[in-house]
Nanobody, 127 residues
Framework: QVQLVESGGGLVQAGGSLRLSCAAS????????MGWFRQAPGKEREFVAA???????????DSADSVKGRFTISRDNTKNTVYLQMSSLKPEDTAVYYC?????????????????WGQGTQVTVSS
């Protein structure tokens, strides 16, 4: 079993930046894929980004309000932590952000393919 704890959320003005962290414990962190999802008020949870177990492959959402170019996912296996650096934040980025783990070496954009989830951290972007 893996325990995930997110941190780093908060209130920020549009155009600002935040870095989310997700600390993992319980199993060998370096052997699985990590992902970030988010759920905005009144909407379904959606994929944001994922990173392979070695960090060599990253995946980002292709949704209409894509985060590509603004968000960067990374991991530090020595600290059992995955990060989501968010810049040029927009009000539509407001959501609860969840960290998730997939017990596989390759990333996935599908929520059902992730095995364990954190409790989430709130990100609010004001206009």
């Amino acid at each position: 079993q893996v325990q995930l704890v997110e941190s780093g959320g908060g209130l920020v003005q549009a155009g600002g930046s935040l870095r989310l962290s997700c600390a993992a414990s319980g199993r060998t962190f370096s052997r699985y894929t990590m992902g970030w999802f988010r759920q905005a008020p009144g909407k379904e949870r959606e994929f944001v980004a994922a990173i392979s177990w070695g960090g060599g492959s990253t995946y980002y959402t292709d949704s209409a309000d894509s985060v590509k170019g603004r968000f960067t996912i990374s991991r530090d296996n020595t600290k059992n932590t995955v990060y989501l650096q968010m810049s040029s934040l927009k009000p539509e980025d407001t959501a609860v952000y969840y960290c998730a783990v997939r017990f596989a070496s390759r990333g996935s954009t599908e929520e059902v393919e992730y095995d364990s989830w954190g409790q989430g951290t709130q990100v609010t972007v004001s206009s």
